[in-house]
């Protein structure tokens, strides 16, 4: 057990679990529960839901699911014993000394520290001699050195062990090294050696400060050009942004997107510090996200080469599937963001203020960039042309935006607007239906539990796990009842191996006197703590009545002495006669 039981209940006592989501999420009281938009899926219409009389989040969405301290886990990307912490740290309550295990939570605060004493090696190496190649590229780029220092720019020199001798010197060991992944293990398992040779260097820092990874430009032709940290136990790539710890503070409910390290930095020398860029990756669901706890629009400003014009198209639906109104920077010749900047001498940052404030909106953008497909002086061109654009269009959410964008098109081509509103509407029941069947076949497979990672027995048992499901309801929720059921059914009678796990660590926590859900955190995985959540609100509708329950006690029954039919051909006569006796025992 991590923390003692009844730390935990305090925790969660002064942790209303509702003022705690409210710091993040927009809640409105619907009935009894309150509801907002989801904060770990990209979703339009509310589907999250914090249950204030039992003091839990669910997702209808998503399927997360959990307690304060899982959605503390989830939202600050923390594990348990830092997400106990932080909560602890709001409410005021001091920690229990020596009573649980907080090894990966030191091991993080290493890694952090690992990180911190590197980004400064870097930054000292940079104005030594061995980063004299290093500088000089940051000043060919036109960095001031104000410009340098605020971000902590460093340089790796080409010595393989330099920033691993310096850290063991520091008392660093090899092990938080390599979780840092600051250093790599040898080949021939004798030591290790540095991550980042002959690199200018970024280090990467979250909204707290922590400097979390780092990414490097390699100074010679080879690759890859930029190299990344690798995911440790304080970073994921596809969770976080370069500069967000700059941006949060700027003032701007705006965010300007950039492709990479040096448009951000360029584009923060001009004036602009609410720039942020993606690690070395696409822009994934989770960085939207996270965009929009900071801001209420983004401005796409990626490179305008067909690589960064497909990427454009790429982030505008994952953005606004997040929530986020988009608009496209529309930068002259062909130009990224730091190549403008520089090419208009001091006139560049209000260059770049112009064609920011002239930037339009991700629809507009769209259809521009369908006109360039299509021959718009001959009819066929602009039938075609048309035709897509009422698709785009007709995807829009707000009937508002439809409208606007149906009248400007109708009115510049002379088109009947009856026409093409009807054309919209054939796009707009044909998405409703492939919507529908998509609905469908995900249905299904929920259903029937194929794909189901978490739960692989769910398939091949389902009339068991189905039983088995709601017994775990119902001992939940009529924790009094355990003693009747452990008399009744034993965990060998299970037939699905996720769904024996609870019924075992349920039953006993509830007979030992505690709360069954009190540690679920801190016990089960996130996605297994959340499969619980969706059990009991899967059958938060359903009277579970004494005579249900023994219904459910019936079919787990049965079930427990079926044959699998692979277990057939190898019996003998008597074996099977057992058998057979056996199951009608059971039903008798």
């Known amino acids: 057990m991590a923390f003692p039981e009844g730390f935990i209940q305090e925790l969660k006592a002064r942790n209303d679990i509702t003022e705690v989501v409210s710091g993040y999420v927009s809640l409105r009281r619907r009935g009894r529960n309150m509801v907002g938009l989801c904060p770990f899926h990209g979703e339009k219409t509310p589907s999250f839901n914090v249950y204030t009389e039992d003091d839990h989040f669910y997702c209808f969405g998503c399927g997360a699911g959990g307690d304060v301290i899982s959605f503390i886990m989830r939202i600050e990307n923390l594990d348990y014993v830092d997400a106990v912490k932080l909560l602890a740290q709001r409410a005021g309550l001091e920690l229990p000394e020596n009573t649980y295990d907080d090894s990966m939570s ?11 004493e590197a980004a400064r090696f870097y930054y000292k190496s940079l104005y030594e001699p061995v980063g004299r190649e290093g500088l000089d590229y940051l000043h060919g780029r036109m960095l001031s050195d104000r410009t340098i220092r605020h971000f902590g720019l460093g340089f790796a ?38 991550r980042f040779t002959n690199r200018v260097m970024f280090p990467i820092i979250d909204v707290r400060g922590n400097v979390i990874a780092f990414g490097g430009r390699i100074m010679t032709d080879q690759k890859p050009k930029y190299l990344n940290t690798s995911d440790t136990p304080v970073f994921k790539k596809s969770e976080n942004l370069f500069s967000l710890n700059n941006a949060k503070n700027s003032g701007s409910r705006t965010l300007l997107l950039c492709e990479g390290y040096m448009d951000v930095i360029a584009v923060s020398q001009a004036g602009f510090s609410n720039a942020v860029a993606t690690l070395g990756t696409a822009l994934t669901g989770s960085q939207a996200l996270l965009m929009k706890r900071y801001a209420d629009e983004v401005i796409i400003c990626y490179d305008a080469d067909e690589a960064g014009q ?35 001498g001091a006139d560049g940052p209000e260059a770049f203020k112009r064609i920011v404030e002239r930037s339009g909106n991700d629809i507009d953008y769209q259809l521009q960039k369908l006109r360039s497909d299509y021959n718009l002086e001959a009819s066929d061109g602009k039938v075609a042309y048309l035709e897509a654009a009422a698709k785009l269009i007709s995807s829009l959410s707000s009937a508002i935006e439809q409208d606007v964008y149906a009248s400007k098109l109708c009115k510049e081509f002379g088109v009947d607007k009856v026409a093409f509103r009807s054309q919209m509407q054939r796009q707009i029941k ?47 929720r009529s924790p009094d009842s355990a003693e009747h059921i452990a008399r009744e059914i034993s965990p060998e009678q299970f037939q699905n191996a996720l769904m024996r796990r609870y019924y075992q660590y349920f039953l006993s926590r509830i007979q030992d ?15 297994e703590a959340a499969r619980v959540y969706q059990i009991l609100n899967k059958h938060s509708g359903v009277a579970l009545t004494k005579r249900s329950l023994e219904e459910i006690i019936k079919v787990i029954r049965e079930e427990s002495v079926k044959l699998k039919r692979e277990d057939v051909g190898g019996m003998s006569a008597e074996e099977l006669n057992a058998y057979l006796l056996k199951k009608r025992n059971t039903k008798n």
């Open 106 to 116: 030191k091991l993080r605060k290493r890694i952090f520290e690992a990180n911190r």
């Open 430 to 476: 044909r998405r409703s239906r492939e919507r529908y069947k998509k609905e469908q076949q995900q249905a299904r497979a929920q259903l029937s539990g194929r794909g189901d990672r978490l739960d692989t027995d769910r398939s091949k048992v389902p009339r068991s796990s189905s039983a088995e499901e709601a017994l775990l309801a119902y001992l939940l």
């Open 157 to 194: 020199d080409d010595d393989w062990s330099s920033l691993t001798s310096h850290l063991k010197s520091l008392g660093f060991s090899e092990r938080e090294l390599t979780a840092a992944n600051l250093a790599v293990p040898r080949r021939s398992g004798n030591g290790v050696y540095d």
């Open 513 to 527: 006197g505690k709360d069954a859900l009190n540690n679920l955190s801190a016990d089960f995985s996130a996605e």
């Open 310 to 344: 497909k990427a454009t198209a790429r982030a505008i639906p994952i953005l606004r599937s997040a929530g986020l109104p988009v608009r496209v920077l529309n930068i002259p010749n062909g130009k990224d963001p730091d190549e403008f900047i520089r090419s208009q």
